[in-house]
């Protein structure tokens, strides 16, 4: 049954990614706290570069996407003054 549901998630994900408009860039401006920022540039982290099994929709995600996505979090932490604490806390935990 699993297998089936990432076939179905895999078809409509792709479906998605190939509709009119997808590649157009778009501006949010968002405003959030340091510790959201943190840990979503952990989160984005860890879904793109754990060994072994990663959730099923970022198996899904083209290469030069997932380039993107760390670029983001990057961004994120550099705008929210976080590149230094981030690089120190990966120190500590090993990675």
Do not use: H, Q, W, Y
């Amino acid at each position: 049954m699993r297998m089936a549901t990432t076939s179905v998630l895999g078809t409509v994900f792709e479906t998605l990614l190939c509709s009119p408009g997808m590649n157009e860039a778009v501006k949010i401006d968002v405003k959030m706290s340091r510790k959201t920022v943190l840990f979503l540039n952990s989160i984005i982290e860890l879904s793109l570069t754990t060994e072994g099994e990663k959730p099923e929709l970022i198996k899904l995600v083209p290469a030069e996407d997932v380039e993107k996505l760390k670029d983001f979090a990057g961004d994120c932490l550099d705008k929210a003054g976080l590149k230094e604490l981030s690089e120190k806390m990966k120190g500590l935990s090993g990675k």
